[in-house]
């Protein structure tokens, strides 16, 4: 787990985005935990089993161990907050904390279709057929990651947990109902994110306003 | 009227491709109907032409059924466009 800024206080747990999301917005990320690191909040950012430092393999790991991960990691860190970026929302439903922040939260069934899509437009073998499979017959290569069906199931089930106590924060042209909203690109989506300043320091800020 | 609707249909487009894909205003704005896309724009990797997809469906509230899906509608903008607008203005 990667921790940022002071360690006196118990801090703000990351759920990370999911599968090549995660990639993509590490930069951004890791520009939200200095600024916040310069407000004198602590973060903390685990590795999801089987992707970045982990020593499994994704294609054993189930939706819950990832789950279990969460909350395994607020417990460790004694975090007091959960920030869960785009698909990492989908996951923080198993832990208490006390302030839960979502930004730009993605449904399990677009981020599924969205990996599916782009190795279509890559791979002509990967036909309608072998894109059923990912549900039935696995472990797909999707964004470079093995994907069980178990997992592709998951993903595409999964629902945002009902809870009173979330603050939605989401891109100005994003969709959706937000409590607070930034101005910034979906970086998510970029091939060569070079990460942005002054999103990560918006974010930072709201992030900072709502549990202080 | 049709007019109109169609002419807002391709300003999101071009402004999905601002935001999503990083591109500069200017460079979108000359694109016309023969500009490639998929295959001839760095930023436009597959999960950039992935991403860019579900943002035009969020942007133009339209839903693009896994069957409708045809690398063909990527090759060009006026393809792109094309497509978006048989969809947005059924």
Redesign the interface.
């Known amino acids: 787990m990667m921790s940022f800024g002071p360690d006196r206080d118990a801090g703000i747990l990351i759920v990370p985005p999911l599968f090549e999301e995660l990639n993509r917005t590490r930069k951004l990320i890791s520009d939200i935990m200095r600024a916040l690191a310069a407000a004198d909040v602590a973060t903390h950012l685990p590795d999801l089993p089987g992707t970045g430092e982990s020593e499994i393999s994704l294609s054993d790991i189930a939706w819950d161990d990832w789950r279990q991960a969460i909350a395994d990691a607020v417990a460790h860190a004694d975090a007091a907050a959960i920030l869960a970026v785009r698909g990492g929302c989908l996951l923080d439903d198993a832990v208490d904390a006390k302030a839960h922040i979502r930004f730009s939260p993605v449904a399990g069934k677009r981020l599924i279709r969205d990996l599916i899509r782009a190795r279509s437009l890559t791979d002509a073998g990967f036909d309608a057929e072998a894109q059923k499979a990912v549900f039935v017959d696995g472990p797909t290569n999707l964004g470079g990651y093995p994907v069980s069906t178990a997992l592709a199931c998951a993903v595409r089930d999964a629902e945002f947990a009902e809870r009173n106590d979330v603050t939605t924060i989401r891109l100005d042209s994003d969709h959706g109902d937000a409590d607070i909203t930034v101005t910034g690109s979906p970086l998510w989506r970029r091939a060569e994110p070079s990460g942005s300043p002054e999103l990560a320091a918006s974010l930072a800020e709201a992030v900072a306003n709502r549990i202080g | 009227m049709a007019t109109e609707a169609a002419g807002k249909v391709e300003e999101t487009l071009r ?1 999905a491709l601002v ?4 591109l500069h205003e200017a460079q979108v704005a000359d694109f016309d109907a023969d500009t490639e896309l ?1 295959g001839a724009i ?14 035009i469906e ?2 133009l509230d339209i839903w693009i059924e ?2 409708e ?1 045809e ?1 063909e509608m ?1 090759e060009t903008f006026g393809n792109l466009l094309a497509f978006a607008k048989e969809k947005a203005l059924q």
């Not at chain 2, 935001?19 to 990083?22: R, S």
């Not at chain 2, 990797?45 to 943002?55: C, I, P, R, Y």
């Open positions: 402004a935001d999503v894909l990083g998929f760095p930023e436009l990797d597959s999960m950039a032409v992935a991403g860019l997809l579900t943002e969020d942007r896994d069957d899906f690398t990527l």
